[in-house]
């Protein structure tokens, strides 16, 4: 049977990606940011996926104000990198696995979750700078990718507690697909960061470094925090947390206490365009 065995947790930046792009993280600014995902990278290498669950949000690029499924999950063989009005980043292709994808979706509708099913999407920074980060710039991603696109824009938004239940529901939902695949889930978006308004380049780490202490150790608490919390100590976009409880929610612990999980690595940065990054690596 197929098996979560890991989940990561990274902010999605599109500055970083554009640093990547233009070969800029050897430079004074980027560096420390870089040398953060060094052990990541190698991890990656050394703990090679058959698939990842990628939990993002897409920014109003594949779906705009005309339609704003709160969970759509993707269905389809392959996602080009979207044109974010500097043409789309030179990244490859994101290869899908739709039998997964499919079987993923039959199972958490049937525990009540109602996903938005798409065949046809294009993915923006929220999905590419992750797995730029994790996986540098290979001539293809190392294994298939499963986008899964959580409205985290437009209010009303899911709230914590639900992300989390989900991620519950998507650790079955794995669990129950017959074929043996070792799969990673990944949250992504993040930490604390406003981008608009008066509070325009909020960061709060005390508030971040606390949130993350709860993610790993205390994981219901964390999915307990309310939405006002995030908006008001993380910032307007710090709300994207909430995507990173849908992957905490799909680890072994949560199932079953006799399933520890172990803390391969932490970091935090400031600063990285206007955002506090964050990244976690668990393994079951
Ligand atoms: C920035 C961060 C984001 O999460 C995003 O979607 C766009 C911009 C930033 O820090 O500039
Ligand atoms: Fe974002």
Same mark, same amino acid.
């Given at each position: ?28 600014? +980027? ?11 190698? +991890? ?96 293809? +991603? ?143």
């Amino acid at each position: 049977m197929a098996r979560i065995t890991a989940s990561v947790y990274t902010s999605h930046v599109p500055a970083i990606g554009a640093a990547i792009d233009l070969g800029k993280t050897q430079e004074d600014y +980027w560096q420390p940011l870089f040398k953060g995902y060094e052990y990541s990278k190698q +991890w990656m290498k050394d703990n090679k996926p058959d698939v990842i669950f990628l939990v993002y949000n897409d920014h109003a690029t594949a779906f705009s104000l005309d339609l704003i499924p709160t969970f759509a999950i993707g269905t389809a063989a392959e996602y080009q990198p979207a044109d974010e009005g500097w043409g789309p980043r030179p990244v490859p292709v994101v290869k899908g696995h739709p039998q997964l994808a499919s079987h993923i979706a039959q199972s958490v509708i049937q525990q009540d979750f109602d996903l938005t099913i798409v065949n046809k999407m294009a993915v923006d920074h929220g999905l590419t700078v992750p797995l730029s980060l994790m996986c540098g710039q290979p001539e293809a +991603w190392p294994c298939p990718v499963i986008p899964f696109a959580v409205n985290v824009v437009q209010y009303p938004v899911p709230s914590g507690q639900r992300c989390y239940n989900l991620g519950k529901a998507i650790r079955k939902a794995v669990e129950s697909y017959d074929e043996d695949l070792n799969v990673h889930i990944w949250g992504t978006g993040g930490m604390s960061h406003q981008l608009q308004g008066a509070r325009a380049g909020l960061i709060n780490r005390e508030w971040d470094n606390a949130w993350l202490d709860k993610l790993i150790t205390d994981p219901d608490a964390a999915a307990a925090t309310p939405h006002i919390d995030y908006v008001r100590e993380a910032g307007s976009e710090g709300i994207e947390l909430v995507m990173w409880l849908i992957a905490r929610g799909a680890m072994a612990d949560i199932a079953d206490k006799q399933h520890p999980i172990s803390v391969k690595h932490r970091f935090y940065h400031v600063p990285a365009s206007n955002t506090a990054v964050g990244h976690v690596i668990l393994e079951n």
